[in-house]
C-alpha cells in the first residue's frame, strides 16, 4: 500500500512533468540519456517535483525509451523528486517494480472503442491486468503507487461522447482493481471547461480528499482553460509537458499536452504558491531545441515572458 | 441615446471580430480593401455579426485604416451586422458619425502612466474628449454607442498592479462622461482568471444586466481561460480576433488578441449557442495567408479541427 498523501500532500498543487514520457511519445526524434537526465536536473533546480520518465517497454521496439532507468535514477537523485513511469503490462510492471520508481501508471481507456484500438484488449482483460500489477506490487513488498490513467475520459476520437456514468463506473473498477490513485485524461483535446469542472466535482463526490490527477492536452486550445476549471473544482494534481511537447496522431501539427510554463503562471495568479521558477522552466525550453531542433515548441509566456511591472505571483501565507 | 440592449440582447453572447482593427495595428502589411470586404462577408456568411471596422484616423499617417469607410459600407450592407469603430479624438468621432458605422470606441487607460504615454493626455484630458464625442453623437441626433474602452483594466505594463478601486473609479467616470457602454481590456495579457472573475463580479454588481465588453489577449495564454471566467460571471460580450491577430508592442512573436475561432469553441462547450460555424471561420484564415503571408496565424482549433465524433456544440432551446 503507497501513502498517497505524503506524495501528493493536500495543501499543495502537484504540477507533473510528463514531456519525457507523453512529450516524447510521437517525436520524429528524442533527447540523449544526457539531455534527459540534464532535463531532469535543470527542471528540478526550477522547482519541478514530479517527473514520467519513461514507459517499460521492450527497448529495440521502442529506442526513444530504452534509457528509462536512467532516467528514474536521475530523478531519483533529487531528495524530494517523484518518478513516474507507464507500464502497459505485467512485463512492464514487474521491470518497473525492479527500480526506484516512485509511482506506477497503468492504463485503461474509458471508451470500450478505444481499449481495444489502443492495447487490443476489451476493457475488462485491462483492468484484469491492472489487477495483476497492484498484486505485483504487494508480492514485492514495495509501496511504489499504481495509477490508472483513464484515457478518452472527457470524450473519444473512435465512439465520441462518453457518459459520466461511464467514467464514473472506470474510476470505481479501477480501485475495485486495487490502485491507490486515478487520473482523467483528455487523451484527444475535446473537452470544454464545464464538462471538466462536471466530471472533477463527480470527483470530488466520489474521492472527498483523495488526489486524482487531470491529464490535459490543448488539442483544441482549452488546456488552461480547462485546468483553471479542474482547479476550481479542488483538483490538485495536473499533467504538463515543456513546451507543450506531445502531439496528436489525430491531428498532424496539432498542439500538445498543456503547456507546463503557462500552467505555472495559471495557477501562480489563482493564488496557489507553486515555488516554481518559471523563467527556469522557460529556459529550459533551449535543451529541446537542441535535442529535437524539428519539434514545434508552444507556449505564450515563452514569448512574452512574465509580467515585468506587476505582481502576479501568488503570495505565501 | 442608444438602444444597448437591441445591439447586445441579454440572451445572447456576442463575440466580435476586431481583427479588422486591433488585429491589424501592428502588422507589417494588410489586406486591401476587397480582402477587407471579403473577411466580413466571409465572417457574416458563418455567422459573426459584431465587426470592428478600423480606425479614424488621418489617411496619410495610417494607411491601412483609410479605407475604413468601406468597411463600414460593406458591414452595413448585411442586415444583422453592427459596425464599430475606433475614435481616438473628436475629429475621428466627427468623422465616424458622418458615417453608418453602429458603435463608436474611444479609449482612456485605468493607468494615468499609460494614458499619457499612449495619447499624450491625462486621463482626465481623454475623459473630457470622451464627453466631447458624447456631445457630438447627441448634436448629431444619431443613435450610435459610444463605447469607452478602458485599457490596462488587469494591470499595465508601465505602472504594474492597477487596483480595483481605481478600474472601478474609472468606469464610473465613463458613464458620468455619458457612454452608453464600457469594456474592460487586458491590453498586454498579464490577467488570470481568478483576476478577471473578481472584476467581472464588480462590474455585474455595478452595471446590473447592462452589457460591457471583456477585450483579452493571449499573450501569456491565459485568454481563453480568461474568456471562460468571464462567462461564468455573467459577462457577455467579448472581443476576439481571427487567427489570433494583433501582437504586442512590448512583446515581439507573442501572441495577440483571444483567437475568435477557439473562442467560439469555448463558447459552444460551455452551453451558449452561438449561431457560429467555426469550420468556416477556421476557413476564412487563407485569406489572412494570402493577404499577409508574413503574420503568424495562432490557434489551436485550426490545426486539430472540431471534435469529428463528439456532440460538443451547445444545443439550443
Redesign the interface.
Known amino acids: 500500500m503507497a501513502d498517497i498523501y505524503k506524495t501528493y500532500p493536500q495543501d499543495r498543487i502537484a504540477l507533473r512533468e510528463v514531456g519525457l514520457r507523453d512529450g516524447l511519445q510521437l517525436t520524429k526524434s528524442w533527447p540523449s540519456t544526457a539531455q534527459k537526465v540534464e532535463w531532469v536536473n535543470r527542471e528540478y533546480a526550477a522547482g519541478i517535483r514530479y517527473f514520467e520518465v519513461g514507459s517499460f517497454l521492450p527497448a529495440d521496439k521502442v529506442p526513444r525509451f530504452a534509457d528509462v532507468r536512467d532516467v528514474i535514477a536521475a530523478v531519483d537523485a533529487h531528495e524530494e523528486a517523484h518518478g513516474i513511469a507507464l507500464a502497459l503490462n505485467q512485463r512492464g510492471a514487474t521491470d518497473a517494480l525492479a527500480t526506484a520508481v516512485g509511482e506506477i501508471t497503468v492504463v485503461v481507456s474509458a471508451s470500450q472503442a478505444h481499449n481495444e484500438a489502443n492495447v487490443r484488449r476489451t476493457q475488462e482483460q485491462s483492468l484484469a491486468e491492472i489487477a495483476n500489477v497492484v498484486k505485483l506490487r504487494d508480492e514485492a513488498g514495495k509501496n511504489t503507487i499504481i495509477n490508472a490513467g483513464i484515457a478518452m475520459a472527457f ?7 462518453v457518459p459520466e456514468d461511464d467514467v464514473m463506473r472506470m474510476v470505481d473498477r479501477c480501485f475495485e482493481a486495487g490502485v491507490d490513485m486515478v487520473g482523467l485524461a483528455d487523451t ?8 471538466i469542472a462536471s466530471l472533477c466535482a463527480r470527483m470530488e463526490k466520489r474521492l472527498g480528499d483523495l488526489p486524482y490527477v487531470i491529464h490535459l492536452h ?5 488546456g ?2 480547462n ?3 479542474a482547479l476550481d473544482s479542488g483538483c490538485r494534481v495536473f499533467d504538463a509537458s515543456l513546451a507543450g511537447l506531445g502531439g ?1 496522431p489525430f ?1 498532424p ?3 500538445g499536452n498543456v ?1 507546463l510554463e ?1 500552467l505555472v ?2 495557477v ?4 496557489f504558491v507553486t515555488g516554481i521558477d518559471v523563467e527556469q522552466i522557460v529556459a529550459t525550453r533551449d535543451l529541446l531545441t537542441q535535442a529535437m531542433p524539428d519539434e514545434t515548441l508552444h ?3 515563452a ?10 505571483r501568488a503570495q505565501a501565507a
Open positions: 470524450g473519444c476520437s473512435l465512439s465520441g461522447d484527444v483535446g475535446y473537452a470544454g471547461p464545464r464538462q490543448d488539442t483544441r486550445g482549452m488552461i482553460a485546468a483553471s476549471a496528436c491531428a501539427g496539432a498542439t503547456v503557462d503562471y495559471l501562480e495568479t489563482k493564488g507556449g505564450a509566456l514569448q512574452a515572458g512574465p509580467p515585468k511591472s506587476m505582481n502576479w
